[in-house]
Structure formats: C-alpha cells, structure tokens
C-alpha cells in the first residue's frame, strides 16, 4: 500500500521578522497621520504623536480644510485630478500602443530603440526637470497645465513593462490567426490585444497614477500661481506659510489635508485590484 507524505512549505524567521518590521515601519507613520488629524492645532504641541488626546476635531479639520484660503484645497484637489486623470491615463495609452507595437512588430532600428527605453527608465525623473523647464519656458508654457501634463505623458517604465507582457502574453499565432480571419490590425489590438494585456494595463495605470499624483518637484518649478498647484505642492506652501513669522499656524490642516490625499490613492488601489484580478484570468491563454 503506498503512502503519500505532506510536505508543508518551510518557514523562515528571520524573513518573517524582517516582514514584520517592515510592516510596522509602513503602518506607524499611517496611524500617526490619522491621529493627528483628529486633533486641533492646540493639541498637537501638548499631547504624544501616537496617542489621542484634546477633543476629537477630525470632522472640524475636514471642513476647514475644504474652506479656509476661500476653498483653495478644492482647487488643488481639482487640479491633481486633473493631471492624472489626462496626464497619467495618456501615459497607460501611449505606453500601451507603444509597447506592444515594439513587442509584436519588426522594423529597423528596433534594437535602439529597446536600448534607449533602458537608457529612459535609468534616468531619475529629478534630473530632467531643470532641463524640461528651460525647454518649457522657451515655449511658453511654464506656469500653464500642459508643464505638467506633457512631461507625464512619458512614461518609459510603463513602455518597457508593456513590452515584456506583450512578448510572453500574446501568442504570435493568436495574431495570425486574426489576420487570416480578415481583422486589421487596429482592431486586432482593440478587441484582441488589450483584453490579453489588461493585467499590465493596470499594473503600468497603476504606477502612473501614484507618480503624477505624487509628484512634487516637477509642479514646484513650473508652477508659480497657486491656482495651478497640486496637492503636494499646495500643502507644502501651507506648512510653509504657517512657519512664517507672524503667519497663523495651520499644522492640523496639513495633517488633515494630507489625510485626504492619501483616500483617492486607496480607493483606486482597491478598484483597479478587482480589475486586475479579473485581468489576470481574462488574459490567460490556454496551451
């Protein structure tokens, strides 16, 4: 009679240690954010970071927050949609298209091209921003949207990401096919291609969406109205301002205005996981 043994996948200490320090150093300065929202400027110089103490004032801190400067944070609010919403989503398209154009098609100079993408994605984004606001105050076009919906258009990343989906996600003989059945090759990439790449889609959405929602110092030098700020940079003004001499101090809401940063982030991370989840199972090829 033959028996059949049960082999439990290993543990590693230190490796779960390691992850629970991790953990920790990820969630601590999340709670201290919360907390701190909760309190009015007064407590937080009288009370511990991490412990609730003064009244709880985070509803209060929210309402000022949307109404103090004249509703200033709404406009800032509006604008960091803005650039994501036309800035990273046209970046998820043009690395899509592109990517799976240098993945699945053959032309001279293909290999410069793959090199100069590495080159790209090498290159901190920090490094080109001086050099993308000379080009952009030649143009005209510094202290306007387009300074930074432009640059985020680009996103080298995104490309390579899609490119090496598309490599090992589509199979050449499912786009032959395709062809022989009489389809162009436009619509062999929209209703045959993106449905295989969905997972990368949201993957590289993913990552476009965090980096121009997060952005700072792009908006810092292009920007100098306030009407055109971001999130980051609008924030950032309101701690400064409060540290001024004289200026009234707005620290909680800072905290609480950075709070409110954070949600959308959340929210569409819980949203696109659906997606991507349903991409993954939507994407895969039977052998």
């Known amino acids: 009679m033959a028996t059949f043994s049960v082999t439990r996948p290993r543990k590693s200490r230190v490796l779960t240690a390691v992850m629970a320090l991790y953990l920790i150093y990820t969630l601590v300065p999340l709670v201290w954010l919360v907390i701190n929202a909760t309190k009015t400027q007064s407590a937080l110089f009288t009370t511990s970071g991490l412990s609730f103490g003064g009244p709880f004032a985070l509803f209060e801190n929210i309402g000022e927050t949307f109404t103090y400067d004249n509703g200033i944070f709404l406009r800032w609010l509006g604008n960091t949609l803005l650039y994501v919403v036309v800035g990273a989503g046209g970046a998820t398209i043009l690395a899509t298209a592109a990517g799976y154009g240098l993945a699945k098609y053959r032309f001279p100079g293909r290999r410069a091209v793959f090199a100069v993408v590495l ?97 700072y110092f792009l908006p810092l030098i292009m920007l100098s109205e306030p009407k055109w700020y971001p999130l980051t940079v609008g924030l950032n003004q309101w701690s400064a301002q409060a540290s001024g001499a004289g200026a009234q101090p707005v620290y909680h809401l800072v905290l609480t205005g950075s709070l409110l940063t954070i949600v959308p982030l959340v929210i569409a991370f819980l949203l696109m996981q659906r997606y991507w989840q349903s991409g993954l199972s939507a994407g895969s090829v039977k052998q």
């Open 119 to 215: 080159g790209a994605v090498a290159v901190p984004g920090t490094a080109l921003a001086v050099p993308t606001f000379l080009m952009f105050s030649e143009l005209g076009l510094t202290n306007t949207p387009l300074a930074i919906i432009i640059p985020s258009l680009i996103s080298p990343f995104g490309l390579y990401l899609i490119w090496v989906y598309a490599s090992e996600a589509i199979p050449d003989e499912l786009l032959e096919a395709a062809r022989i059945d009489g389809a162009g090759e436009i619509r062999i990439f929209l209703t045959v291609t993106l449905r295989q790449l969905a997972p990368g889609i949201v993957t590289v959405a993913l990552f476009t969406v965090v980096s121009t929602w997060n952005n």
